[in-house]
């Protein structure tokens, strides 16, 4: 695992969007991974400025979504396909036949979850996933506990996480209970994982998730059986990391040509 300390969530924003240009260069219709929450806006928002000045060219790019809320109705601003369409499909003049996700709205959520991990399989799978962190220490929606093993399927919020959530809803009661996620199992089937989180309110889960032990009650911490994952933190998310000075020396020394 490669830890990458960053100034700011700016910064963070700008080396993940030029690994994500690199890649389409190498693969014009990569698969992306992307996560939802404020920590990956930057990426986003670095990404769609570097088409703009055609620094990067994803007009081949295919996008998908790691997690959603079930029950939400069709069109919801807050749906995580809505968010995704929003903030990264639209933004990068992609439109919908380039994205894909499950389908938070349909009868047989088991169906749908087994239809999404089979949908993925079939495009050739996700060649970068960008995750956030939750404040517990969970990736897409898997809260503690979660199988390193699983696949993607429902889960039940925690009320820290739909506490977190509320900000984007008018009130805690309308944050839905339950959710579909890409599974660990699913996550640690993509090619490189990239793990953004900034702020002090991460800094905990992110030193549990790097330096504490592999488990369950820390799902984040299944980065660590991933061949090519890469944390990137900002100094405040990084305060509580006690290899943070290794880490920051390993980077300084990093040959240019080796990318994230
Ligand atoms: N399902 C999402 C996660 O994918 C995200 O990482 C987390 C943190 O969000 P934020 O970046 O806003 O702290 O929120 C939600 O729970």
Redesign the pocket.
């Known amino acids: 695992m490669e830890v990458i300390i960053v100034p700011d969530p700016a910064a963070g924003g700008e080396l993940i969007a030029d690994a994500m240009a690199d890649l389409l260069r190498r693969k014009p219709d990569a698969l992306l991974g992307v996560?939802?929450?404020?920590?990956?806006l930057p990426v986003y928002e670095a990404l769609a400025a570097k088409v703009r000045t055609r620094d990067a060219d994803a007009s081949r790019a295919r996008i998908c979504q790691?997690?959603e809320y079930v029950g939400l109705p069709c069109g919801h601003p807050e749906s995580y396909r809505s968010v995704v369409l929003r903030e990264v499909v639209e933004p990068l003049g992609l439109d919908e036949e380039a994205f894909m996700g499950p389908d938070g709205a349909a009868e047989d959520v088991a169906a749908a979850c087994l239809a999404y991990d089979r949908a993925l399989a079939e495009a050739g799978g996700v060649d970068l996933q960008l995750?956030?962190?939750?404040?517990d220490g969970?990736?897409?929606?898997n809260e503690p506990c979660s199988s390193l093993a699983s696949r993607t399927r429902i889960k039940t919020l925690t009320e820290q996480?739909r506490r977190?959530?509320a900000r984007f809803f008018d009130d805690l009661d309308e944050v839905p209970h339950h959710?579909i996620?890409q599974g660990i199992g699913t996550i640690l089937d993509a090619r490189h994982l990239v793990l953004l989180a900034t702020g002090e309110a991460?800094a905990d889960a992110v030193a549990q998730a790097v330096e504490g032990p592999l488990c369950a009650l820390v799902p984040a911490s299944a980065l660590q059986l991933h061949p090519h994952a890469t944390v990137v933190v900002d100094e405040a998310a990084a305060s509580r990391l006690k290899l943070a000075d290794y880490f920051r020396a390993t980077y300084a020394a990093k040959p240019a040509w080796q990318g994230l």
Request: proline share 4%; hydrophobic share 30%.
């Open positions: 996560a939802t929450g404020s920590t990956p790691l997690d995750l956030g962190i939750g404040t969970h990736i897409g929606f996480t977190d959530n959710v996620t991460k």
